[in-house]
């Protein structure tokens, strides 16, 4: 049975960083692409991140860019997410997600999803 889950959420200062984890338990396939969300209170949930097999060809919303950088190590099947500059904007819960293709995954076609970590950033 494979899944997904999430670790390093917490509550950090504005400006401050945090880097979250996604580590996947079972077989998996190479050809998947990963990625990263979030879903704030009261808001959809929106793609942040997304990355090819072989730590490669990284796709960011705007939102994000130049703050967050994604990241995949396929030896340990750890997908990671490196938050620097942190808003309060962005509280939310973190989800890592799984897809055939970053393309894919930016459209919301997720086949398979973590169970999410919270990210709380204070004023």
């Known amino acids: 049975q494979v899944r997904l889950e999430e670790s390093g959420g917490g509550l950090v200062q504005a400006g401050g960083s945090l880097r979250l984890s996604c580590a996947a338990f079972?077989?998996?396939?190479?050809?998947?692409?990963r990625g990263w969300f979030r879903q704030a209170p009261g808001k959809e949930r929106e793609f942040l991140a997304g990355i090819c097999y072989g730590d490669g060809d990284p796709l960011y919303a705007d939102s994000v860019k130049g703050r967050f950088t994604i990241s995949r190590d396929d030896a340990t099947k750890t997908t990671y997410l490196q938050m620097n500059s942190l808003k309060p904007e962005d509280t939310a819960i973190y989800y890592c997600?799984?897809?055939?293709?970053?393309?894919?995954?930016?459209?919301?076609?997720?086949?398979?999803w973590g169970q999410g970590t919270w990210v709380t950033v204070s004023s």
């Open positions: 079972g077989r998996t396939y190479k050809y998947y692409a």
């Open positions: 997600a799984r897809g055939d293709s970053v393309a894919a995954i930016s459209r919301g076609s997720v086949d398979l």
